[in-house]
Antibody, heavy 120, light 107 residues
Framework: EVQLVESGGGLVQPGRSLRLSCEAS????????MHWVRQAPGKGLEWVSG????????VYANSVKGRFTISRDNGKNSLYLQMNSLRVEDTALYYC?????????????WGHGILVTVSS | EIVLTQSPATLSLSPGERATLSCRAS??????LVWYQQKPGQAPRLLIY???IRATGIPDRFRGSGSGTDFTLTISSLEPEDFAVYYC?????????FGQGTRVEIK
């Protein structure tokens, strides 16, 4: 059974940094692309970033480009999101997602999400 | 980036009725269109990818169609568990983008 467990969220002041982690199990991690998708309270889904199985393809949403960095450690079955220069509008539930393929296509499995609150 | 516009925002139907949800892209995405379902308090679930291919375990009452800029998700006969929010997503052009969602509610 695929399991994705996010950690690292919490309350942070605007302008500060936070690093999210996602520990994966139940599948061959380095065969699949991975994603971060967020959902602000009461709002819709927003795709944040994705990374291919071999890290050759890394893409960011325009809203986070230059501030967020996605990475993966295939040896640790883990996905990360380094979030710098956080803004109030980054407040959201952040989901870790496993693609259905090695490249950036569709999120076939989702974690439960981790809440990030940016507030002074 | 590609903008996906979903309509209607809310669909009020009764169990057993047919639901027709629309997703329109600001430019052609070929058939690289995905549909998800999200229930309150839950993570989304993949329903359809590449416009019409059902994901594993998805009942055949869910049907995706369309290509280019206009796509449709049809639920042939609504079951009680189908009342939820549905999102489309394109993978044709980076960055990936989602539509704003359509809520299917019980009439």
């Amino acid at each position: 059974e695929v399991q994705l467990v996010e950690s690292g969220g919490g309350l942070v002041q605007p302008g500060r940094s936070l690093r999210l982690s996602c520990e994966a199990s139940g599948f061959t991690f380095d065969d699949y692309a991975m994603h971060w998708v967020r959902q602000a309270p009461g709002k819709g889904l927003e795709w944040v970033s994705g990374i291919s199985w071999n890290t050759r393809i890394i893409v960011y949403a325009n809203s986070v480009k230059g501030r967020f960095t996605i990475s993966r450690d295939n040896g640790k079955n883990s996905l990360y999101l380094q979030m710098n220069s956080l803004r109030v509008e980054d407040t959201a539930l952040y989901y870790c997602g496993k693609d259905r393929s090695p490249n950036l296509e569709a999120v076939g499995a989702w974690g439960h999400g981790i809440l990030v609150t940016v507030s002074s | 980036e590609i903008v996906l516009t979903q309509s209607p925002a809310t669909l009020s139907l009764s169990p057993g009725e047919r639901a027709t949800l629309s997703c329109r892209a600001s430019q052609s995405v070929s058939n690289y269109l995905v549909w998800y379902q999200q229930k309150p308090g839950q993570a989304p679930r993949l329903l359809i990818y590449d416009a019409f291919i059902r994901a594993t375990g998805i009942p055949d009452r869910f049907r995706g169609s369309g290509s280019g800029t206009d796509f449709t998700l049809t639920i042939s006969s609504l079951e009680p568990e189908d009342f939820a929010v549905y999102y489309c997503q394109q993978r044709s052009h980076w960055p990936l983008t989602f539509g704003q969602g359509t809520r299917v509610e019980i009439k």
